[in-house]
């Protein structure tokens, strides 16, 4: 009899690099494989399980949405979707939702929303997006063609015409990039699969006026970071800043697949019915549990949580960079964190897996800590026990 790995080997088209382990059931913020050892999970599905696993109110409300209604597609209502899109609203400040199935897609449909926009009230010419260096917004055509990182981009093209890349963090890059045939900007407030690397916050402000100053959408790849992650709702609400459009997905449905774009009453006016769809988008089982998660991750006192356990855990990671010479930088914001080393933190990574901790990468050097956001400082204490043995053996 074939394992799960080598019957996935066979069948598997050859995309992912998977860690042989094959995980079977979570609970909290710890997950366990078939054969039975528990893993504390720093991964949280990347930044997607933000209420941890099995959370009683999230299930519920899933198996209940199961007996009821999980699809009847977008040609009718759902009580759960507007619901959702309701929460989206109040906690956002932004006006009109579309719901989708992924980062990729809502990062497709905020382009395509973009263009229709500035082509309805802007002119015709407006048709060219700004994305950022090193970014990362999704292996959809237009969005890896977003996407700053020519790895990503190898034998694809040719890409979509129309966008191009600036450096991040540099105002007066992307002042040179723009023109009259500027649409949008699309930059993430903190790049995640880019090393974790938070955009300043006067930057970010200055990006912010330059967009209105020329009438340029500002639009915001909150794929990773938003939904709590940074102790704010939103990232844009930690930098003060008003955009146009947003791109969600991950932590939304707190592992159910749903992704959102959230505009501004003005902006949403660029679809018509007609110009955008999606079959499964925003179904009625996906949104009863973004329902639940946006109500669990939307009160304050959750939020001010992340934003203590993020601290907390940033201490401990700073204390580990003074008895270890390999760490650079410890960055981040909340419970979105990251570690560069100066060497591949792979065999760390593998290291923490034997014993018992989940970690991920975001790229060749840096560890990313991206936990549940209910994780609890004993299990913080517990994770940085573990990374530092592992770091000690291995030298
Ligand atoms: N944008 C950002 C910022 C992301 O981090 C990701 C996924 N890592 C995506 C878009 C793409 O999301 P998905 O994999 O759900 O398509």
């Known amino acids: 009899m074939l394992s799960v790995m080598?019957?996935?080997?066979?069948?598997?088209?050859?995309t992912y690099a998977q860690f042989p382990i094959v995980l079977e059931k979570g609970d909290g913020v710890y997950v366990y494989d078939?054969?039975?050892?528990?893993?504390l999970d720093f991964v949280a599905g990347i930044?997607?399980?933000?209420?941890?696993?099995n959370h009683a109110g999230l299930q519920k409300a899933l198996k209940d949405q199961v007996d009821k209604l999980t699809h009847c597609s977008n040609l009718y209502w759902n009580e759960p979707a507007v619901e959702a899109a309701e929460l989206l609203?109040?906690?956002?400040?932004?006006?009109?939702?579309?719901?989708?199935?992924?980062?990729?897609?809502?990062?497709?449909?905020?382009?395509?929303?973009?263009?229709?926009?500035?082509?309805?009230?802007?002119?015709p010419d407006k048709v060219e997006i700004i994305a950022m260096n090193n970014s990362f917004h999704g292996r959809t055509y237009?969005?890896?063609?977003?996407?700053?990182?020519?790895?990503?981009?190898?034998?694809?093209?040719?890409?979509?015409p129309g966008i191009k890349h600036c450096e991040y963090n540099d105002i007066e890059s992307l002042q040179e990039a723009m023109n009259d045939k500027t649409c949008a900007v699309l930059i993430e407030p903190i790049q995640g699969e880019g090393g974790i690397r938070p955009a300043e916050k006067d930057y970010l402000q200055e990006v912010s006026k330059l967009c209105k100053?020329?009438?340029v959408l500002l639009m915001l790849d909150e794929v990773q970071c938003g939904v709590g992650r940074t102790g704010y709702m939103f990232a844009y609400q930690r930098y003060g800043i008003e955009p146009d459009i947003v791109a969600l997905a991950k932590g939304l449905g707190g592992g159910v697949p749903i992704g959102a774009i959230m505009a501004s009453k003005k902006v949403a006016e660029g679809f018509s019915p007609g110009d955008h769809a999606s079959?499964?988008?925003?179904?009625?089982?996906?949104?009863?549990g973004a329902k639940v998660v946006l109500e669990v991750v939307g009160q304050e006192t959750l939020l001010e949580q992340v934003r203590k356990k993020g601290t907390y855990l940033k201490a401990q990671l700073t204390n580990l960079q003074e008895k270890f010479n390999d760490i650079i930088e410890v960055r981040g914001h909340g419970l979105m964190l990251g570690m560069e080393m100066n060497k591949p933190v792979k065999e760390i990574i593998l290291g923490c897996m034997a014993k018992g901790l989940l970690l991920v990468g975001s790229g060749e050097k840096?560890?990313?800590?991206?936990?549940?956001?209910i994780v609890e400082e004993k299990e913080i204490d517990f994770m940085v026990t573990i990374l530092e043995e592992v770091m000690s053996e291995i030298g």
């Open 89 to 123: 609203v109040k906690l956002s400040g932004l006006d009109k939702i579309f719901f989708c199935n992924s980062g990729a897609e809502a990062v497709e449909g905020a382009m395509k929303l973009a263009r229709k926009y500035a082509g309805k009230y802007l002119g």
């Open 47 to 53: 930044a997607v399980n933000g209420l941890g696993y």
């Open 366 to 373: 840096i560890i990313r800590f991206v936990p549940p956001l």
């Open 6 to 14: 080598d019957r996935g080997k066979e069948v598997f088209m050859n």
């Open 34 to 39: 078939q054969e039975g050892n528990k893993y």
């Open 142 to 160: 237009g969005a890896v063609t977003a996407t700053g990182q020519l790895k990503y981009q190898k034998g694809l093209s040719p890409l979509l």
């Open 213 to 215: 100053k020329n009438n």
């Open 279 to 288: 079959t499964y988008g925003g179904n009625a089982l996906v949104c009863a």
